[in-house]
């Protein structure tokens, strides 16, 4: 009979037992938490599409191959990558099934006395002993008692324990952690995040249409905006007379919490956003809309507005484009607006600070197609031009008009815009609890030392000693401040 | 006196805070150098062994003015950040150079309190000469006048944040020059025993502990400053974690700390391989202060340096 070796089969059960042994390990967490540290390196160093898409669309031009490559591996997209997210759900795995067994033996021994005094003191730290005179048993379980240890009295000794909360701490700062994970993932599913420009003047009434971009949660809809309004009554931006950099922001507006309620008048800065409910309305950009008025040859209104303007430096040079459809041939305004106007030899027109001091709206005329009907989008800021000629070229300022070829623009005057970012995050507030509750676990953790301190009275000798559990320091003051007492020292 | 005044008195401060520190290192340097005592030819020619032995008895003066002047020093900077922010009308934390400086007086302070409690003088050298090049790093490259806060950085959260994480920053630091510490000394002894000058300093348990210490102390509060971070981003920016540059560097710092706190409480871990993820956890801080400042793009770069 020839037998074949045969490995012990684990079975099913066996080896789900297995992999949930190793991937609970502690040693497998620390992997975990290294390997999480490495994997959000590469979202620092390589633009990300969440944060910055224009930089991504940059560094395809510049380097195609490699961020072609870079792409294959969601390299643009790291924290929402699938080895990233692979990485966090196993650690988050392994700190369940580390920490749910241990809160509930925890909670058990949360009553559980200390264990018996050990037989033979001498070989403990701390170990001291002197001859007795009668009482030390009771003066240190009173003792022991006052200062809040577990005690737990045999005839001839006390076995004392204190710091539980050392445990309590632990527990509840990884507890701590999955709730904000909670939080992020409540977030994920329910959160509306969008954003909207509006000239002073201009009304925002908050439905899906209204946003230039928005972006629903997984498992949200279009209904589930609440029906606010904003109206933008006025902004304010001061800036430094020297260095041109802002000193303040103050919007000023007027807002109905729903359809019928009394208007409000409020006030949004750039760190006290608007509240409705859960949704938040931030302070986020603002720049300078010029309003024009566009007349056709036998002066019929083919274009009126504002026209937000899009920022290009500190003092404000903004670019923009007035897009007139409307007319037969259409008509594009390729501009550019500076705030306070003045002319090098080298840039040409710049501006030299960012307030109103002296404005004008630059820009050429162009007629022929504006390719707004190709399906292509387009930005709001650019015309393409190659499918157009240039008929004249100018400058304005506040109540100036032009007539050309084929007909006026007036500019008529210039607002400012702001870009309002809209945003409902029900998890937050999940998120918030965890952090707070995570930093008070982790004092505990961290600051509680745990530690055991024995006595015996037996043959007319008394025994002490003590273990301070991790290596915590400072037990050797308190031991000496216990048998100062019982001494009476 | 006017805002100007102000800027004026602090750049004075500052230099005399650079002069004092200077002295300081000299007299660690001094005291580290010639508490060695060597024997005089003399012995030698009577076929003794010729051992080097430390006497720090002759250098216990330039011992105690070197910490005077660091306690001076720590004074005349703490002097130099407040009229900085009296000169601005708020918190000198708007831009690298104020950074730099209340990063500076952190650490400065941080050796300072920990003094008050272990003997650390022999980190004087490291200390005093690093407060220096962080103070002369500051002073000539990253100067900016002293100016208002731009509008997002208008925040009680800014007090909150940004001083909580240069503390952090500071305390970091000390724990990691200590694990340097560590690792040098521990290179030393596997080759023999301490040279003379390395006897005074602490075993290597000590050295081990007390970064360990300093970890465990300022771990919360590095927490606590992502967290005040996080919240204020949600006010600000209207997200409370945005993976920002910044953002991701604090959270790996957060999660390097996080790991060698494990590798010492629960899987036991001591000596050169905690010191080497003590270095490589706070090298990840100092990254994150100098590449993301400096290189990097993100939401946390308007301080114009």
Not at chain 1, 36 to 51: K, T, V
Not at chain 2, 56 to 84: D, E, H, N, P, Y
Not at chain 2, 88 to 95: C, H, I, L
Request: glycine residues 8%.
């Amino acid at each position: 009979m020839s037998e074949q070796t045969q490995l012990p089969e684990l079975g099913a059960i066996g080896l789900a037992r297995y992999f949930w042994r190793q991937l609970t390990s502690m040693r497998t967490a620390l992997i975990l938490l290294l390997l999480l540290a490495l994997a959000a390196i590469p979202g620092s160093l390589i633009p990300q599409n969440a944060q910055n898409p224009m930089a991504v669309t940059d560094y395809f031009e510049k380097h195609r191959n490699l961020a072609i490559w870079f792409d294959r591996f969601s390299l643009f997209d790291v924290y929402s990558s699938p080895w990233f997210s692979a990485i966090y759900i196993l650690l988050f795995i392994s700190l369940i099934g580390c920490v749910l067994p241990r809160s509930v033996e925890h909670f058990q021994a949360a009553r559980a006395l200390p264990p018996k005094t050990p037989k033979n003191l001498v070989r403990m730290e701390h170990f001291q002993s002197w001859s007795a005179n009668g009482n030390e048993l009771e003066e240190a379980r009173s003792w022991l008692k006052a200062k809040r240890f577990r005690v737990l009295v045999s005839e001839d000794s006390i076995s004392a324990e204190k710091g539980y909360s050392r445990e309590t701490g632990n527990l509840l700062f990884h507890t701590s952690l999955i709730l904000i994970l909670i939080g992020v993932l409540i977030g994920g599913l329910f959160g509306v995040r969008g954003s909207a420009i509006l000239s002073q003047g201009e009304r925002f009434v908050n439905n899906a249409t209204s946003y230039d971009t928005i972006s629903f949660g997984q498992i949200t809809s279009e209904n589930s905006l609440p029906p606010f309004s904003i109206k933008v009554d006025k902004f304010v931006a001061k800036y430094n007379t020297l260095t041109s950099a802002p000193e303040d922001y103050t919007l000023y507006v007027t807002t109905v919490a729903e359809p019928g309620a009394t208007p409000k008048q409020q006030v949004v800065k750039v760190n006290s956003p608007l509240t409705f409910g859960s949704t938040r309305v931030y302070l986020q950009a603002n720049g300078y809309s010029p309003i024009v008025t566009v007349q056709d040859k036998i002066g019929n209104v083919t274009f009126q507005g504002p026209v937000p303007f899009l920022p290009q430096d500190a003092n404000l040079r903004s670019i923009g484009a007035i897009k007139v459809p409307d007319g037969d041939p259409q008509l594009g305004f390729v501009s550019s607006f500076v705030p306070t106007y003045e002319r090098t030899s080298d840039q040409g027109a710049i501006s030299a600070f960012p307030e109103l001091l002296d404005p004008k709206l630059l820009f050429s005329i162009w007629q022929g197609d504006l390719g707004l009907d190709t399906g292509v989008p387009q930005s709001v800021y650019r015309i393409d031009t190659s499918n157009m000629k240039q008929i004249a070229l100018d400058s304005l300022k506040p109540g100036e008009f032009l007539k050309f070829s084929e007909g006026t623009i007036t500019f008529e005057d210039v607002v400012p815009w702001v870009n309002l970012q809209i945003v409902s995050d029900p998890g937050k507030s999940y998120s918030l609890i965890g952090g707070i509750v995570a930093i008070l676990g982790l004092l505990a953790s961290l600051f509680t030392r745990r530690r055991r301190i024995w006595i015996r009275v037996s043959a007319g000798e008394v025994q002490v000693a003590g273990l301070a559990k991790n290596g915590a320091p400072g037990l050797e003051i308190e031991m000496s401040e216990f048998v100062a007492k019982l001494r009476g020292i | 006196m006017s805002s100007q005044d102000w800027a004026y008195f602090s750049n004075y401060a500052i230099y005399s805070a650079m002069a004092l520190f200077t002295l300081a290192f000299f007299g660690h340097a001094y005291e580290t150098a010639w508490a060695v005592r060597t024997p005089n030819a003399a012995s030698e020619t009577e076929g003794n062994l010729v051992t080097k032995t430390f006497d720090s008895s002759r250098t216990q003066k330039a011992m105690r003015i070197a910490t005077a002047m660091m306690i001076l020093g720590f004074v005349f900077l703490l002097v130099g950040v407040v009229t900085r922010g009296l000169s601005a009308g708020r918190v000198p934390w708007g831009n690298m150079y104020e950074f730099s400086i209340t990063g500076a007086l952190a650490f400065t302070g941080a050796y300072l309190a920990a003094l008050r409690k272990y003997d650390l003088r022999w980190l004087g050298v490291l200390v005093s000469i690093s407060a220096l090049l962080t103070l002369g790093t500051a002073i000539t490259l990253l100067y900016v006048p002293s100016a208002p806060l731009v509008p997002a950085l208008k925040s009680t959260w800014l007090v909150i944040h940004v001083s909580t994480a240069i503390i952090s920053g500071g305390v970091f630091l000390l724990a990691n020059v200590i694990a340097a510490a560590y690792l040098y000394l521990d290179n030393m002894e596997t080759k023999g025993p301490r040279k003379v000058w390395a006897q005074r300093l602490p075993s290597l348990d000590d050295l081990d502990q007390l970064s360990y210490r300093l970890v465990a102390f300022v771990f919360p509060l590095w927490t606590f400053s992502v967290i005040a971070g996080a919240i204020w981003a949600e006010s600000a920016w209207g997200r409370y974690w945005g993976w920002d540059p910044k953002e991701t560097w604090a959270f790996i710092t957060w999660v390097a700390y996080a790991a060698y706190l494990h590798a010492r409480v629960t899987v036991g871990w001591r000596g050169r391989r905690a010191a080497w993820l003590c270095l490589i956890a706070g090298s990840t801080f100092l990254f994150n202060y100098v590449y993301v400042n400096v290189w990097g793009t993100g939401k946390h770069t308007y301080s114009g340096l």
